[in-house]
């Protein structure tokens, strides 16, 4: 079993599916000959041919947009957004198009799609190479969302996006793409779309995250062990549709919540998890829900680690909970 | 028709006509086509005409909500319609496009189904009237968004290409809709891929009461191909034949592997924008009688009628034939009833998640209680 990084694995991904699935496609900027700017297709034009790993011009309403067309005409297109931040001008043809072509056509047509993005800050990239959009997504039905953390989970779960029969955004936290490396089989698996994985086990505390902030979590439940408390972390992986099974049955053991994300706090995802625990466990509940989240301002340069959910900001939010 | 390329110059200063408005062919090639074709353009702008004059009284008489009226673009539509291989090429309309979407076969209960928004919609009544689609016909739904229709176009075709269905997409749109980023953004993509695409304006020289001086300052909409590598064919959209013949020429070029093309069709929109617009707000009387008098109707009439293909009986007796076709239809669109309100949570996703279930759960409740 090759040990390999996030980003690899992410290539692993998209090289078994063109090789199982010939209607299954690239296209993006710069994902043919260049292999992507972060090499997540490298290798793959050459292996695949021009046509089927496409390089577009630069329009990432052309990309989504013909994506919608490849994908209603019967093709598996997988588009790759250079940022997850430069896909504002593609957005009509995700929102639009994508998300309510089957709902619109009352389930005439279809697009299964998937919509690849590199996320998240912590690259010193400014607040134009650091988003973490997965809200709006989120916010417009028809769209499924993943945000993945581990190589592992990056494999199985885009080939189970490009087989997914709807529209698929697949979102990569690019400060994960060579952080971490771990053994990923080379033998086809697949990984549940809307499933969360438990990290660590623990009956004190419910940590939930997704993504890149990810890290940090696991880091700060390390410290807790240490002093004694046992967190349960959870990692969602997908946020539409978020795994409530899965983090309700955590809260119901440990009573206390707390939800770590680096996108901005209002109207959030962790906001949503949040507000669902309260709703439906109140009586459960020894504290308030807790929130660490990005601030409510453009993602900053200067203040970047600042802005990101540091392990202190989360062990002081968990000791406000056990305190509670 | 057997067509010269070299008929049909691109990026003409002239439209392309080939029948006058008095109604004489004035070609420099016959038009071979039967005495039956012949006829059959004209049935079909008759039908188109009077549904949209049907879909009118439906907006008066409190039946539905909205129309946007295609009296005027008939010449253009029904062109459009026989130009492509039905049922095999794939259309991506716009929402001024019921007489197209009737030409290709869209049966008349589905177009009253939709305009009704109730069970006689294929699409379960999901979106306001004049959005027609059709699955079976290839007809990909239509999206309010305007221009955002034109890079789905695209793909489609690019999936054609690759996979050498030999299909091509037709793309149509209004005037208004060459100055979205996304309508150049999709014929960029269709030149550079060589993608067998069609794209055809009709151009009412009005997107709502903004009038093409203010939309563009290009000289015609076709000029606006060169700019990306195609080529670009100003057609007199009054003029069915030609309509049809430039069309066809460009569809079966896209479809020899030479290529996306841009056509437009120059016609008139007799009525408002839609039924929620005022049109003396920003036309003349002047302006619109003028418009009227230029009825593609009436000049396809004067060619059928130099042809000896048409006189005023067989005419009234085609009229009353489409009535009675049009009122059964509406009476069968209306006896489907409204849809099972729970369908609101169907087509989301191919299955329903927890929270559409949940969701779904809550109404069902209320409806019950
Ligand atoms: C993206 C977008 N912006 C605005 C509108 C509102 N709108 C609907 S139709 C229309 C005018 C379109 O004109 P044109 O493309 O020339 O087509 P026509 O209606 O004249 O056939 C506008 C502004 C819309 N539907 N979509």
Avoid at chain 1, 39 to 62: C, F, H, I, N, W
Avoid at chain 1, 82 to 93: E, H, L, M, S, T
Avoid at chain 2, 22 to 39: I, K, M, N, T, Y
Avoid at chain 2, 334 to 363: I, K, N, S, T, Y
Wanted: with cysteine; glycine share 8%; net charge negative.
């Amino acid at each position: 079993m090759p040990t390999v990084t996030l980003v690899q694995a992410i290539n692993m991904a998209l090289d078994e599916e063109l090789r199982r699935d010939e209607r299954v496609l690239i296209l993006g900027e710069d994902v043919g000959r260049r292999g992507g700017v972060f090499l997540a297709t490298e290798g793959l034009q050459q292996k695949y041919g021009p046509d089927r790993v496409m390089d577009t011009p630069l329009s990432e309403a052309a990309i989504l947009g013909a994506a919608v067309g490849l994908a209603a005409h019967g093709m598996r297109p997988v588009a790759e957004i250079q940022f997850a931040d430069y896909v504002f001008p593609g957005i009509d043809q995700l929102f639009s198009q994508a998300a309510k072509l089957r709902y619109r056509s009352g389930g005439q047509f279809t697009a299964p799609m998937v919509v690849r993005m590199p996320s998240g800050g912590g690259v010193k990239g400014g607040h134009h190479h650091s988003q973490s959009p997965e809200a709006h997504f989120a916010h417009t039905p028809g769209l499924k969302v993943v945000v993945v953390s581990t190589p592992y989970d990056a494999k199985g779960l885009l080939k189970s996006a490009i087989r997914d029969d709807d529209p698929v955004v697949f979102m990569e936290p690019k400060r994960l793409y060579r952080a971490v490396k771990e053994e990923v089989p080379t033998d086809e698996y697949l990984l549940p779309i809307g499933k969360a994985a438990v990290r660590r086990e623990g009956r004190d505390i419910t940590l939930v995250s997704y993504g890149g902030p990810m890290v940090e979590t696991l880091k700060a439940a390390e410290e807790m062990a240490a002093a004694g408390v046992e967190a349960e972390v959870i990692d969602l992986r997908t946020v539409l549709p978020w795994d409530k099974e899965a983090v309700l049955a955590s809260v119901v053991k440990t009573g206390r919540l707390l939800v770590v994300s680096e996108a901005p706090r209002t109207a959030s995802i962790a906001s949503e998890v949040a507000a669902t625990v309260s709703e439906e466990l109140f009586d459960q509940l020894l504290a308030p829900p807790l929130r660490v989240t990005g601030f409510d301002t453009p993602y900053p340069l200067a203040q970047d680690k600042l802005y990101m959910p540091t392990v202190t900001r989360i062990l002081n939010a968990a000791k406000r909970l056990l305190d509670y | 028709m057997v067509q010269e390329r070299a008929a049909f110059p691109t990026f003409s200063q002239e439209p392309i006509r080939l029948i006058d408005p008095d109604g004489r062919w004035v070609a420099p090639f016959p038009h071979g086509l039967s005495a039956q074709e012949l006829r059959r353009f004209y049935r079909d702008m008759l039908a188109a005409r009077l549904l949209d004059e049907k879909l009118v009284v439906l907006v008066r008489t409190g039946k539905t909500s909205f129309i946007a009226p295609h009296a005027g673009h008939e010449a253009a539509q029904v062109g459009i319609a026989h130009a492509l291989q039905r049922g095999h090429d794939w259309l991506f309309p716009y929402y001024r496009d019921l007489g197209l979407v009737l030409a290709m076969g869209v049966p008349l209960p589905e177009i009253f189904g939709q305009t009704l928004g109730n069970a006689a919609d294929p699409a379960k009544g999901r979106q306001m009237p004049s959005h027609p689609g059709s699955r079976s016909l290839n007809i990909f739904t239509v999206c309010s968004a305007i221009a955002s229709h034109i890079p789905p176009a695209v793909g489609a075709a690019i999936s054609m290409k690759l996979r050498r269905t030999g299909q091509v997409a037709v793309c149509t749109f209004g005037d208004g809709a060459t100055s979205e980023g996304d309508w150049h953004a999709g014929v960029n993509f269709a030149a550079v891929q060589r993608a067998p695409v069609v794209f055809v304006c009709e151009n009412n020289r009005y997107a709502i009461s903004v009038n093409i001086a203010q939309q563009t300052a290009s000289e015609n909409i076709a000029i606006k191909a060169k700019a990306y590598g195609i080529p670009g064919y100003h057609v007199d959209g009054l003029d069915v034949l030609a309509s049809y013949s430039v069309v066809r020429y460009a569809v079966e070029r896209a479809r020899a592997g030479e290529g996306p093309s841009l056509v437009e069709l120059v016609v008139h929109r007799f009525g408002p924008h839609s039924s929620a617009d005022d049109d003396t707000r920003y036309k003349s009387k002047e302006e619109l009688s003028a418009e009227r008098r230029q009825d593609p109707l009436l000049r396809y009439q004067r060619f059928l009628e130099r042809e000896g293909l048409w006189d005023a009986q067989w005419a009234n007796e085609l009229r009353l034939e489409i009535a009675k076709e049009l009122e059964a239809a509406l009476q069968e669109a209306q006896a489907a009833g409204e849809p099972d309100p729970l369908q609101m949570f169907d087509d989301v996703f191919a299955a329903r998640p927890w929270h559409l279930e949940e969701q779904r759960r809550l109404l069902a409740e209320e409806l019950e209680a």
